[in-house]
Structures are given as structure tokens and as C-alpha cells.
């Protein structure tokens, strides 16, 4: 009986303040459209000049101004509780919109790739079609060298555009199977564990916290579609320098520890798996449990790190860890040693050169570029991505 009278006291109480609320706004409305006869009135009966007039109609628009605020604040205080309360700080992301493209996205990469594919790759790109700049060609380029015939599907609204057709068409001028399809999210996630994550997010009652969410979606997007489609998952900064046709349920560690030689950290900025592999759906789980929008790479290498320290060695996984030498040659501090070219007369410097490009083709698959890193650095003649470049280039343009 208390517990009634409890709930019929507060639901009596929500009621009167949405009231009071309704009251208020009516209140505000009324006294800001007396400001404004006030002000109109004035002005016509002192017949002001043209300045005056402007004069007005910026003081007018401050009132108005702080009527809307004022209303605003009202609203959202009088809004619906918990329910929803990080919609507002969700970016304006397209991501989460379905139309008519997103409901053809099963079926365009399902068309895609029955063209004798002899590998399928996998990226995003959630930026504008604009920012796909010279790196992101040259991953490209890089993956076509070495795959002539495999099949790469961007993720990407930007890019599944006139000018993302003008983007990829040398490619597609040169018969090579590349295309940019439109993701939709919502079929994506269905049936893992992250459909509820990506509902509530949408809904606007997780937060999502203070890195950039496309960000975030990239680590879940390349999770979930080798689950839905299988095949190889590569960021728009990794340089391709072997065939990847002898590797499966792969994925690589970042670092080892220089004693043990075991693994200290593993990154997914390479992703190597089967359909439906049990792997990925730890990931995708782990992701969607364990979310948290304002640590970087909490849901990325540390994710994957993660989940693989807790399952390696049982049973019912199928999986296999390469060193960093496979996919992460250079560390993120090291990065611009690569830029760089040799100093004139250096010869120490021109045989470092030579060995790490000899080292690089024997031992590794491709190389991780670090764009947060090394975006800003010049290529310069002669140096190991110099090198690189000029030889694995499709297009061949700098």
C-alpha cells in the first residue's frame, strides 16, 4: 500500500512539474512577443532612420534569441529522464541512417565478390570521399600488386559516390575489382553481441564518450563484417608488400617482450579470419560489454589484447599470432626512420637502407604506416618508403 502511495506521489509530481513546465514556456512566449510590440512600437512612433531600424531588428533578435535558449533549457529539463539523455552528443554521422543503399548492401557484396575472387579484402572509410588522399591510394595500390585478382570492398558511404567513382575509376580502368558499398550497421550487428550496444547507442542511451565515434565504429565494423562474410580486414595505412593467400585465422602482435619473446600486445589493424570464426565473435563481445568511449584503443589493439590473453590455449579456437614482424616491422615512435632518405656521403646510412628493405621483403607481409603518426611526413628520395612505393605501385603515380 505504501509502495502505491510512493509511486502515485511521484507520478502526480512529474505530471505537475511537466505542467508547470508547459506554464512556463507559454509564459516566456507571451513576454517575448511584448518585447517585440514594444520595441515595434517604439521605433514607429519616433520615426527612426534605416541604422534605427537595423538597430531593432538586432535587438529583436537578441530577445528572440534568448527565448529560444531559454525554451531549450526548459525542454531538456522537462525532457524524458534517462531515456536518451547522450542523443545530444551524438555527432550528425550518417552511419547510423538506413536508405536505399544501405537495404542493397547484402546483396551488392554479395554480387561483388562472385567474381572469381582470389582473396577478399575488407576497409573503412567513415571521412569524407575528399580525405582519401595519395596513403590511402597507395594501400590500395599496394594490395592490387601483390593480389592482382582479389576483390576489395570499402565500407563507406563517402566513397559510394560520384566522386568516389572518380577516386577509384584508374583502378577500375585497369580491370582491378575494387568497390565502395555503403554499410548498413543495423544488418551488420544483427544476431552478435553487439546489437543491443549499437541500438542503444543509436537511441542515444550509451555515451559515447569523447573520441571521435567513427573511430570506434571502424573497430566494431571490420569485426562484425569478417563475421558476416569472412576474409582479410586492412587499415587505409598498411602497405602490402607479399600475398596474403597462406594466411588464415591470422591476426598479429604489436610488440613481444624482449626476454620471454612472448606477445605484450596484439593491434587489428590487420584482421585475418574465417566466416562465423568463434574469435571474432569474443571480439565483438568483448567490444559491446566492455565499451568505453574515452579511452583510445580500449576498443581496438587493447580489445583484441584483451580477449586473446583470456582464451589462448583452448580448445575450440583456431587461431594463430604472428610477430610484429609480420604486420608491425616499425613501432609507432619509430615510424619516420622510414621517411627519411640517406645523408649524402653516409654510407653507414645507405646500408641500413639496403638492409631493412632486404629484411622487410623476407620477413614481412606488409607494413603498418601509423598514419596518426607519420600523415605529415615527406617522402624523400631514397628513403625505405621511397623504396617501397616505387615498388608496389599500380598506378605509379607519386
Not at 562465423?276 to 580500449?298: M, Q, R, S, V, Y
Request: hydrophobic share 40%; with cysteine; charged share 25%.
Amino acid at each position: 500500500m505504501t509502495l502505491k502511495k510512493g509511486i502515485s506521489h511521484e507520478i502526480l509530481g512529474s505530471r505537475s512539474f511537466t505542467h508547470r513546465a508547459k506554464s512556463s514556456v507559454l509564459s516566456i512566449i507571451l513576454f517575448a512577443l511584448l518585447i517585440f510590440f514594444m520595441l515595434l512600437n517604439s521605433a514607429a512612433f519616433k520615426g527612426k532612420q534605416d541604422s534605427d531600424e537595423v538597430l531593432l531588428q538586432k535587438r529583436i533578435i537578441k530577445v528572440a534569441t534568448g527565448y529560444q535558449n531559454s525554451v531549450n533549457s526548459l525542454l531538456s529539463s522537462s525532457g524524458d529522464g534517462e531515456e536518451g539523455k547522450y542523443r545530444r552528443k551524438l555527432p550528425e554521422f550518417e552511419m547510423f541512417m538506413s536508405d536505399e543503399l544501405t537495404e542493397k548492401f547484402h546483396g551488392r557484396v554479395l554480387e561483388f565478390f562472385n567474381q572469381n575472387c582470389e582473396v577478399q579484402f575488407f576497409m573503412t572509410w567513415i571521412s569524407a570521399a575528399e580525405s582519401f588522399g595519395k596513403r590511402e591510394i597507395l594501400a590500395l595500390e599496394s594490395v592490387f600488386k601483390s593480389h592482382p585478382d582479389g576483390c576489395l570492398v570499402i565500407l563507406s558511404r563517402t566513397l559510394d559516390s560520384v566522386n568516389g567513382y572518380r577516386i577509384l575509376k584508374p583502378f577500375l580502368d585497369r580491370k582491378l575489382k575494387v568497390q565502395a558499398i555503403t554499410p548498413d550497421l543495423p544488418f551488420l550487428v544483427k544476431n552478435t553481441p553487439a546489437e543491443s550496444w549499437f541500438e542503444d547507442m543509436k537511441d542515444g542511451n550509451k555515451d559515447p564518450g569523447g573520441i571521435p565515434l567513427a573511430q570506434n565504429l571502424s573497430n566494431l565494423m571490420r569485426l562484425v563484417v569478417l563475421y558476416k562474410y569472412g576474409g582479410i580486414y586492412l587499415d587505409t595505412d598498411f602497405i602490402v608488400l607479399k600475398s596474403f593467400k597462406s594466411l588464415k585465422n591470422t591476426i598479429g602482435a604489436q610488440s613481444i617482450d624482449v626476454v620471454s619473446k612472448n606477445w605484450t600486445r596484439l593491434n587489428n589493424a590487420v584482421l585475418i579470419f574465417d566466416m562465423n570464426h568463434p574469435l571474432l565473435f569474443k571480439f565483438i563481445e568483448e567490444f559491446a560489454l566492455t565499451f568505453d568511449g574515452n579511452k583510445w584503443g580500449h576498443n581496438g589493439p587493447y580489445m583484441v589484447s584483451r580477449v586473446v590473453y583470456r582464451i589462448e590455449g583452448r580448445p575450440g579456437y583456431n587461431f594463430t599470432i604472428l610477430p610484429p614482424m609480420a604486420f608491425y616491422p616499425v613501432d609507432w615512435h619509430k615510424i619516420g626512420s622510414l621517411f627519411k632518405k640517406p645523408t649524402a656521403g653516409a654510407a653507414a646510412q645507405l646500408k641500413w637502407v639496403e638492409a631493412k628493405l632486404r629484411q622487410l621483403k623476407q620477413e614481412t607481409y606488409g607494413v603498418h604506416l601509423w598514419n596518426k603518426q607519420s600523415s605529415k611526413l615527406i617522402v624523400e628520395e631514397g628513403s625505405v618508403m621511397g623504396r617501397l612505393i616505387s615498388e608496389n605501385c599500380v598506378l605509379c603515380e607519386q
